[in-house]
């Protein structure tokens, strides 16, 4: 015991310096924590204070993450975990060695946990905590997508990625990673030397010697990241740049707040061509502010793939809490999913988020996919990992946009007329 006790206090003490990549591609490290890796992102952090009175940040992860060595700097590098409540009481480990990169640690939900991951001459430690039933959704099907921005750089930039571009540097194309106007960007921590350089002038704009020094993005200007770690003698080189606005398409006005019998002025037009094309059935052609159920769409996408393909679908899936044949229809052709034992929830209020997904999904169905980019809204992050892609392409083809100041909400409702008009506009995209 003593000697687990010492080692503790030894990795308590230790610095959090070197920077590295996750073990695993589909895998992530805990913010500012590198060497110690996690199968999901945090859902949020929270105030903690330890056994021993000391303060420190606890991070919360969804139901079912599992931990792990995200860097080894030696054979014995080692992931424990602790009891906080009973300091000295590992939960994990043999001789504080954690083997291989198979065996990772599966914490009770629920419970705090003490993480360290240490080698005989550094270290890095954290609290952890699982909630049970975090991270779930109302389309649990959808896979959710890897993050493509570089460990060093996510773990640098106090703001989410919204995306990639690319540029062109001394004649060679280059991925500019986006983050919203403002973001700060951390340059070094103490283990390198760091610059910022704006590409476009050649002006050095920050420079991070040994000590920490931030880079604020301006609204503008695409900046070159070059990082030097001094242990290996080699340099990072990163672009950055800020997203700036995200569609040229005007913002979706906002609703009334009583449903109308009339569609608004904005939305008129297409309602009308709609209803003319015989994609917008009786039921929907009133009380246009009103929101829109999950099965009410389904009627309005099983209008527009008949209407463009000339046939009815014959196919159906079912549910056990409706026999709705546009939910069985669009279930069949793939376009929508359950909700989880074998319900659909045909009732329930369409969020934007889900629309996207919807349409995105009949789009491939009729053959005419979308074209894909990151999305760059501000709330970017509040977006669900199944829709990302969806709302992404949303935003490219113009078939939806924002709700002002560069916003998607994705889990507010989503209109009757709403519907109707992206209806439409991907009816004209794929006719």
Not at 165 to 172: F, I, L, M, R
Not at 263 to 272: C, F, I, K, R, Y
Not at 396 to 411: K, L, R, S, Y
């Amino acid at each position: 015991m003593k000697k687990r006790t010492l080692s503790l206090f030894l990795a308590l003490v230790m610095s959090l310096s070197l920077m590295a990549v996750p073990a695993f591609a589909a895998d992530t490290t805990i913010p500012d924590h590198s060497w110690i890796g996690c199968s999901n992102a945090p859902i949020r952090t929270e105030d903690y204070t330890a056994v021993n009175g000391l303060k420190d940040t606890l991070y919360v992860f969804p139901e079912g993450t599992t931990f792990f060595v995200a860097f080894r700097s030696a054979d014995w590098s080692a992931l424990t975990a602790y009891d906080p409540s009973e300091v000295g009481v590992t939960t994990i480990g043999q001789d504080y060695v954690f083997y291989s990169e198979t065996e990772r640690f599966a914490p009770e939900p629920g419970k705090v946990y003490h993480l360290v991951v240490s080698d005989t001459m550094d270290g890095q430690e954290c609290y952890i905590e699982l909630e049970a039933g975090a991270g779930s959704s109302s389309e649990p099907e959808e896979p959710e997508p890897a993050s493509d921005v570089p460990e060093w750089l996510a773990g640098k930039a106090d703001q989410a990625s919204t995306g990639t571009t690319t540029t062109t540097v001394n004649g060679e194309q280059q991925t500019v990673y986006l983050f919203p106007a403002g973001t700060k960007i951390f340059l070094s921590d103490g283990d390198g030397y760091a610059s910022a350089t704006n590409i476009a002038t050649g002006e050095v704009v920050a420079r991070g010697d040994g000590y920490p020094l931030e880079l604020t993005l301006p609204a503008d200007g695409i900046f070159e990241i070059k990082y030097l770690y001094v242990m290996w003698n080699d340099y990072d080189y990163y672009y950055v740049s800020a997203s700036g606005t995200s569609s040229t398409e005007p913002s979706e006005p906002e609703q009334p707040t009583e449903p109308t019998e009339q569609p608004s002025s904005w939305a008129a037009e297409q309602v009308t061509a709609g209803i003319e094309a015989g994609i917008v059935p009786d039921a929907l052609q009133s009380k246009y502010g009103q929101a829109t159920t999950r099965a009410e769409f389904c009627a309005l996408a099983t209008g527009l793939y008949e209407t463009v393909t000339g046939s009815e679908i014959t196919d159906r899936a079912t549910f056990t809490d409706t026999t709705d044949e546009n939910v069985e229809k669009m279930a069949a052709l793939g376009v929508v999913n359950g909700t989880g034992g074998g319900k659909f929830e045909p009732d329930a209020q369409l969020t934007r988020e889900e629309a996207a997904t919807m349409l995105s999904r009949l789009a491939g169905a009729l053959d005419k996919p979308l074209t894909g980019q990151a999305p760059t809204f501000a709330d970017n992050a509040s977006i669900s990992s199944w829709a990302v892609d969806a709302v992404g392409q949303m935003q490219a083809t113009g078939v939806m946009n924002g709700v002002g100041e560069n916003t998607f909400a994705p889990d507010e409702d989503y209109t009757r007329e709403q519907s109707i008009v992206t209806i439409m506009r991907l009816y004209d995209i794929v006719k």
